[in-house]
């Protein structure tokens, strides 16, 4: 079992549709990610979330919309969405973001949560 | 932005087999992690390496910081070492904190 917990498992929504996926760790980190992984593909970072503020956007689409309410829980609100956005959304967590000479933290990931867009 | 490169990208062994992947990498790292991804996408983190080696059970790995390049050694490989295998770095600086980049992978079949 890992310890960062997602759901839905599976998701399937229309395009119209407005759904959220959500992601929470007890481990008592205080960095938490959204990455989003297409078949055969490696996983892609979307958002960096540092202290419950947004530290990192990779020019991710309006359409998905993370929200960080405290520091156990990462949630990513989704809106018309389109086909091409039918992946598996992965969530990650570590211990802290550390700048200078301190090494960062592994990242510790969900077991995701598999979307397709009809 | 920093680039990873993974080899072999597929890899097909015996059940008992050992094998060795590799990671390179085109600029100093703060951070390496080498990922296990099993068949139904769950991604297990096997090391965090930033420099030195590790073992855990049937694996170890190894990181040359100075050369850019990280090993990963599986001894005797079993049925269930089979999926994909990735190698992500961190570079500290500027926005580029808490980025991991990762690597192509390397697809691992392990037939009994």
């Known amino acids: 079992d890992t310890e960062v917990t997602q759901t839905p498992k599976h998701l399937v929504m229309g395009m119209t549709n407005k759904k959220s996926l959500k992601c929470e760790q007890h481990?008592?980190?205080?960095?938490m990610y959204w990455y989003k992984q297409k078949a055969k593909k490696p996983p892609e970072l979307m958002f960096v979330y540092s202290y419950e503020k947004l530290s990192i956007n990779e020019s991710v689409p309006s359409r998905f919309s993370p929200e960080c309410p405290n520091s156990s829980l990462l949630n990513l609100h989704l809106h018309a969405l389109q086909p091409e956005d039918s992946a598996l959304y992965l969530c990650?967590?570590?211990?802290?973001?550390?700048?200078?000479?301190?090494?960062?933290?592994?990242?510790?990931f969900g077991d995701g949560t598999r979307l397709s867009i009809l | 932005g920093i680039q990873v490169e993974q080899s072999p990208p597929d890899l097909i062994l015996q059940e008992g087999a050992n094998s060795t992947l590799r990671c390179n990498f085109s600029?100093?790292?703060?951070?390496l992690q080498w990922f296990h991804q099993n068949p139904w996408g769950q991604l297990i983190n096997l090391f965090y390496i930033p420099s030195g080696t590790k073992q855990n059970g049937r694996l170890s790995a190894t990181t040359v910081a100075t050369e850019r390049y990280s090993l990963l050694y599986i001894s005797s490989s079993q049925t269930t070492d089979s999926g994909v295998y990735f190698c992500a770095v961190e570079r500290y600086g500027g926005t580029s904190y808490g980025k991991l980049t990762f690597g192509q992978g390397t697809i691992l079949t392990v037939h009994p």
């Open positions: 481990m008592g980190h205080r960095a």
């Open positions: 600029d100093s790292v703060n951070n």
């Open positions: 990650a967590s570590s211990q802290d973001l550390k700048k200078g000479a301190f090494s960062n933290q592994p990242q510790h």
